[in-house]
């Protein structure tokens, strides 16, 4: 009977490893699944863009690093690794509470990223059973040691916390401002006889944060996303979208990005491509028709944003 319980919670620690292995694997494994994790910390927690950009690597590294250390049954002294993954699934599991009350449960909560869709509250049932494993391998399983586990756990949870950093890090923040060479955007077909989602506003007047995407493209919902949730921050910042593609592409694109909060306009492909070419997102700086700067999903900045509004 001891060797079957033995077994038992053997195996019970290397699923629980690998349970946070996989977690955080599906938030990394692709820069879409990263961002998606960091742009939702923005949305539902509240948090600064560069606080959330901070601890999404730091969450996922952790996670890695919990996973790990407990697969390998490296538990350290009084057991503090098992202690720590109880307090972080504590501290998910107040996350998944908050984000059932505000966003409902009909949302994906993102601890398994993109990989395994799961509402709040089934999450917070994988947290109980998690957290009723780790209690009782912490009360019955003794784990391993060595002669330089105390050195050795530490350094590999820095090691691994210090990886998502590396493996993505922070973009620089700053567009490609063009200076002399400036050009002046043809928006001459937002604005066709008849058409009928032409902007409510003159683009040309002003200043216009404006961003072309395809609707297929990946890069060019998470851009959408991330936008999105700067609409939400600032209602006030003056974005715009341009949309090609298929009809049939547009409910899956709502449905990825929740832009639905932003003002835009179609393009057929064609006309989509001669202004802006084949390599998507481009989101143009937009001052009286004139470009004055271009960026990317990645290097796209709320305060840079807010900062450009206010120069004359």
């Not at 409910?251 to 835009?264: S, V």
């Not at 305060?303 to 004359?312: D, S």
Request: hydrophobic share 50%.
């Amino acid at each position: 009977m001891k060797i079957v319980s033995k077994v038992l919670l053997i195996a019970a620690t290397i699923l629980t490893g690998l349970v946070f292995i996989y977690s955080a694997y599906t938030k990394i494994y692709s820069l879409e699944s990263f961002e998606s994790f960091q742009y939702s910390i923005v949305e539902y927690v509240k948090l600064p863009w560069l606080l959330s950009a901070l601890g999404a690597r730091a969450l996922i590294g952790l996670e890695a690093a919990l996973g790990i250390l407990i697969t390998l049954h490296l538990f350290g002294k009084n057991k503090w690794i098992l202690k720590l993954a109880l307090a972080l699934l504590a501290i998910f599991s107040i996350y998944l509470v908050y984000l059932w009350i505000y966003a409902g449960n009909d949302i994906n909560c993102g601890c398994f990223g993109d990989a395994i869709w799961m509402s709040p509250s089934t999450s917070l049932i994988k947290n109980a059973v998690l957290a009723l494993v780790i209690v009782l391998i912490i009360r019955y399983h003794r784990g391993l040691d060595f002669r330089y586990a105390k050195i050795a756990i530490p350094l590999i949870c820095i090691g691994l916390v210090a990886t998502p950093f590396i493996y993505y890090p922070l973009p620089d923040s700053q567009p490609q401002w063009l200076n002399k060479g400036h050009f002046q955007l043809d928006m001459s077909s937002f604005y066709a006889a008849g058409k009928k989602d032409a902007p409510a506003i003159d683009l040309r007047k002003g200043k216009h944060i404006i961003a072309f995407f395809s609707l297929k493209c990946p890069h060019c919902k998470m851009a959408a996303y991330k936008m999105h949730v700067m609409k939400e921050k600032n209602p006030s910042l003056p974005i715009f979208m341009v949309l090609a593609g298929n009809d049939k592409y547009l409910p899956d694109f709502w449905k990825k990005t929740n832009a639905q909060n932003i003002p835009y306009t179609r393009l057929d492909g064609q006309t989509f491509t001669d202004l802006v070419g084949y390599s998507w997102p481009v989101i143009y700086f937009v001052n009286n028709g004139w470009v004055e700067a271009e960026t990317n999903y990645l290097s796209l900045n709320q305060a840079t944003i807010e900062t450009w509004m206010t120069k004359p």
